[in-house]
């Protein structure tokens, strides 16, 4: 949910329209167009452009805190290392194990600081617009780690193996089939599936409910009766405090996609079920 979005509910509730829900034409937000196919004509979007503000401004700040690192560092750089060593500990050596983790590492970090940078933009002003809460966005990310743990499975173990290790040993021979198109579903659907759409349920349902207090508070507070706009202040003062915790959850989503990535490549190198 955008800034430009919410000024348009503002507009509507100084009009005296007593409803006005999102439609698709609020998230519909195209800055120019870029080309045409088949008669359709593709926009360059306002979270396209958030999106590449934030792999510009990453790539300079790693550039320029690569650049002037010191054995000493600064607050930039204490911050960056900070966040590096929290992936490539926390998370990465972690779940991959320290035979295997430090090749992943670049791959993660990069990942984490994208979409935490991109998490963040839905309270930075004046962008207030997470990307993550259009579904496209969370499914290419999810492509990409999904083509990792795969081809990384494939590599080590072919193509019989990679589907023969997701069976565990042991098993009686009329179950395996049965456990064996389950974990199949695991991998190759219901993985994939449930980390796009946890990223982005957290991001599209935490900014809409902001946008219900902030907007909601307007309209109590230009009210006729001086009951409402006395509510207007709590529920902006809730606008605040949930401003606040979904900072909290942009942070824990960043994290729990990266966590989740790091299992599955786990999974993709580990020497048995």
């Known amino acids: 949910m955008s800034a430009t979005m919410t000024a348009g509910f503002v507009q509507a509730a100084e009009e005296g329209e007593s409803h006005f829900p999102p439609g698709p034409d609020d998230f519909w937000q195209p800055l120019f167009p870029m080309f045409e196919l088949s008669g359709h004509t593709y926009y360059f979007t306002r979270p396209m452009a958030l999106t590449l503000i934030a792999a510009v401004a990453l790539s300079v700040l790693m550039i320029l805190a690569s ?104 098993l009686p021979v009329f179950v395996r089939p049965v456990i064996l198109i389950l974990e199949a579903m695991t991998f190759f659907i219901t993985r994939p599936l449930t980390l796009a759409l946890r990223l982005f349920g957290n991001m599209f349902g935490g900014h809409i409910l902001l946008v219900v207090f902030i907007v909601g508070g307007w309209e109590l507070f230009i009210a006729t009766e001086l009951q409402y706009k006395l509510v207007a202040i709590p529920a902006w003062g809730l606008g605040v405090a949930l401003t606040a915790f979904e900072m909290l959850v942009q942070v824990l989503q960043a994290y729990v996609f990266v966590l989740l990535a790091a299992s599955y490549i786990s999974d993709a190198v580990a020497d048995e079920h």
Do not use: C
Not at 69 to 93: C, H
């Open 67 to 170: 650049r002037r690192a010191a054995l000493v560092p600064g607050k930039g750089q204490w911050v960056l290392e900070t966040v590096y060593n929290f992936v490539r500990n926390d998370i990465a050596r972690d779940m991959i194990g320290s035979r295997d983790f430090l090749r992943f590492v670049p791959f993660l970090f990069a990942l984490f600081t994208f979409i935490l940078l991109n998490n963040l933009f839905g309270v930075i002003p004046p962008f207030q617009n997470p990307p993550m809460a259009r579904i496209g966005f969370p499914i290419a990310l999810t492509l990409i780690v999904y083509l990792v743990y795969h081809w990384i499975g494939f590599r080590k173990r072919g193509f019989v193996g990679y589907f023969k290790v997701m069976v565990p040993p042991g």
